[in-house]
């Protein structure tokens, strides 16, 4: 197995990452690069890196004059995260279903009781994790690079979104039945159904939160 050495942007961005899946960074405090730096015992350079490929994903606004920001999402920007998202995945799945072995198929399986089970136990972050694994699997065997790049800008927000509300979204047992639906229409075969029932799962969850975030 092939050892991935991550540069110091990577862990930068990882970093900020975890920040903000934890809560200790919250929507609209200021993010300084001085403070990263500091807290990671490197220099700015890499800091600076990572800003860029962060404000690129979503994660950080960049306003001038004034400095980095966590950005605060309104009820239509996150719909429109979701709905864009659940569009290319959905189109990245249906172009290449004919590409998954069985193996991955029970993969795939396997990972929807995962999930299941780690929200049984309350495990907020390896739900994440795993929903991460089997959503990036059913994009694996797409040949259009432009449609994987965008689809991975938006993970992370939307993983971080998740993490945040998907105890009042959904029970455990639900969030398995959801991820199965998609598993069992990429097992089928069925293109058209592929599509829609990603962007069903997508459109349903986007509106949910945004509902949340609305009321809160």
Same mark, same amino acid.
């Given at each position: 197995m092939a050892i991935i050495k991550?540069?110091?942007?990577?862990?930068?961005?990882?970093h900020v990452?975890?920040?903000?899946?934890?809560?200790?960074?919250?929507?609209?405090?200021? +993010?300084?690069?001085?403070?990263?730096?500091?807290?990671?015992?490197?220099?700015?350079?890499?800091?600076?890196?990572?800003?860029?490929? +962060?404000?690129?994903?979503?994660?950080?606004?960049?306003?001038?004059?004034?400095?980095?920001?966590?950005?605060?999402?309104?009820?239509?920007?996150?719909?429109?995260?979701?709905?864009?998202?659940?569009?290319?995945?959905?189109?990245?799945?249906?172009?290449?279903?004919?590409?998954?072995?069985?193996?991955?198929?029970?993969?795939?399986?396997?990972?929807?009781?995962?999930m299941e089970n780690h929200a049984l136990a309350l495990n907020q972050k390896l739900v994440v994790e795993v929903g991460g694994q089997f959503h990036d699997l059913l994009i694996s065997r797409c040949h259009n690079l432009q449609v994987i790049e965008y689809t991975n800008r938006l993970s992370l927000k939307l993983h971080i979104l998740f993490y945040k509300y998907w105890g009042t979204l959904y029970d455990?047992?639900?969030?398995?039945?959801r991820h199965r639906l998609i598993a069992e229409a990429v097992h089928a075969q069925e293109p058209l159904r592929i599509e829609q029932v990603i962007r069903e799962h997508y459109r349903q969850t986007g509106s949910l939160i945004a509902e949340l975030r609305q009321g809160a």
């Open positions: 991550k540069t110091y942007k990577d862990q930068v961005v990882d990452y975890e920040l903000l899946l934890t809560g200790e960074l919250s929507p609209g405090q200021q +993010l300084k690069e001085s403070l990263l730096a500091a807290q990671m015992g490197i220099s700015r350079a890499p800091i600076r890196e990572a800003m860029k490929e +962060l404000i690129m994903n979503g994660l950080v606004d960049y306003r001038p004059q004034v400095g980095n920001f966590i950005p605060v999402l309104s009820p239509k920007e996150i719909i429109d995260s979701y709905t864009t998202r659940g569009v290319l995945e959905g189109y990245a799945v249906m172009e290449s279903c004919g590409n998954f072995s069985a193996d991955e198929f029970d993969t795939l399986f396997g990972l929807t009781e995962e455990a047992r639900e969030i398995g039945r």
